[in-house]
């Protein structure tokens, strides 16, 4: 069974920068993990992907300042975030599938619980 469990959300000030971690269980690294968020009454989106071990994506609105990598002996993904800005408030999540990335968060059949970030002016 994959387990994947979230770590490193929490409060910043504009302008910082937080790492968030997935530590995953029970999966294999062949298919793809993404971060997803979803900021209070808004659609949720996703924030990039990686598929296999090192083809990685980012949506294109954060550039330049969010990167995703993955730790595989520690069978971690992580996502790198500079720069903050209060609009990237809300929750991430990590989910995972054993296949190629999509854009839906509803096509991942394994996910986090989520993890809070919160940016303040």
């Known amino acids: 069974q994959v387990r994947l469990l979230e770590r490193g959300g929490g409060s910043v000030q504009a302008g910082g920068s937080l790492r968030l971690s997935c530590v995953g269980s029970g999966y294999r690294f062949s298919g793809c993990m993404a971060w997803f968020r979803q900021a209070p009454g808004k659609e949720r989106e996703r924030v990039g992907t990686m598929l296999g071990t090192s083809k990685t994506t980012i949506a294109d609105s954060l550039k330049g300042r969010f990167t995703i990598s993955k730790d595989i002996p520690k069978n971690t993904l992580y996502l790198q975030m500079n720069d903050l800005k209060p609009e990237d408030s809300g929750i991430y999540y990590c989910?995972?599938?054993?296949?190629?990335?999509?854009?839906?968060?509803?096509?991942?059949?394994?996910r986090g619980q989520g993890t809070q970030v919160t940016v303040s002016a």
């Open positions: 989910v995972a599938r054993d296949d190629t990335c999509m854009s839906r968060f509803e096509l991942y059949a394994d």
